[in-house]
């Protein structure tokens, strides 16, 4: 009620971008999506009342709030209009240990995880010794990004950094938060620090057992095509030298041989047409996205 940030496990007055969140369409779904955005495991309970005086000195920022999942980033909502009261105003309370990991540009100013920016624990910037793709999948779960990482990469930090450099590591042996570590008295030899970007997707093969079939028997098919081109291919050199032999001593053998090589020549260009015609058949997409990511 003082304005200070609530911890977990406590009630706290709900806000987006320093205005208060309408209760329309809010939901325990969208409870959860916020709670996790801000670093929680879940939510605990949510409310909507008119019962704090700090409540008078916001506007009302957000309203029509709907998540399909727990997931922030497939919720959607108005920020332009609303139709509320502060009687309508949420109240949450989220619980899990708030992620240690932060993103922050190069001034220290903390960031979304969708873009390329650097990795923080505790406000101290993490070496690239031992860090891996397991390493970085884990932090971005940790932030609550569902997809995981889309990328990491090592570099120093930028000259004009105000950030303080650090001997801080982070790895993980396995995609299991339990086989990660963290070591702070290291040496950073890397000299390097971790810049990564974390994305909210989910991807899944969405395919029916009859499409799979499709897919194999035509794979099967091109892979068939390619050792039938082989195939002719070496019964026209095998032709050919035997040509040579048995025309050794005749006067038209340059002109049967050269005649016979062309039409061999004929031959594998007509195949590879029909082999790029097959190829350049566009596939169809596999992959169905769970969540749309602006």
């Given amino acids: 009620s003082s304005g200070i940030n609530a911890e977990y496990g406590q009630e706290g007055l709900l806000l987006h971008n320093s205005r208060t969140v309408c209760d329309d369409h809010f939901n325990e779904t969208a409870a959860n999506a916020v709670c996790r955005n801000m670093g929680f495991d879940f939510a605990v309970t949510w409310s909507s009342s008119e019962k704090w005086t700090i409540q008078g000195r916001y506007q009302i920022g957000l309203d029509d709030v709907r998540c399909p999942v727990p997931d922030w980033n497939s919720c959607s909502y108005v920020t332009t209009s609303h139709n509320c009261g502060h009687a309508e105003d949420v109240f949450l309370t989220c619980s899990g240990a708030r992620s240690p990991f932060s993103l922050t540009d190069r001034r220290g100013f903390t960031v979304k995880g969708d873009e390329d920016h650097i990795l923080l624990y505790d406000g101290w910037a993490v070496c690239t010794d031992q860090f891996s793709d397991d390493s970085a999948h884990l932090v971005c779960n940790d932030l609550g990004y569902a997809g995981g990482a889309a990328q990491w990469r090592a570099a120093p930090l930028p000259y004009s950094s105000l950030l303080p450099t650090s001997n801080l590591s982070f790895s993980c042996s396995s995609r299991d938060k339990n086989t990660c570590r963290v070591v702070t008295d290291g040496n950073c030899e890397s000299g390097s620090y971790v810049y990564i970007t974390c994305q909210h997707e989910i991807k899944e093969n969405k395919e029916s057992p009859e499409e799979n079939q499709k897919d194999r028997e035509w794979a099967l098919k091109q892979e068939s095509e390619n050792l039938a081109i082989k195939i002719l291919m070496a019964v026209c050199i095998v032709l050919v030298l035997m040509l040579v032999r048995k025309n050794s001593q005749i006067d038209q053998k340059d002109l049967q041989i ?21 190829r350049n058949i566009e596939p169809r997409n596999k992959e169905v996205l769970l969540s749309d990511v602006d």
């Fill in 258 to 278: 050269r005649d016979f090589a062309k039409s061999c020549a004929m031959l594998k260009t007509e195949l590879n047409n029909i082999q790029m015609m097959i």
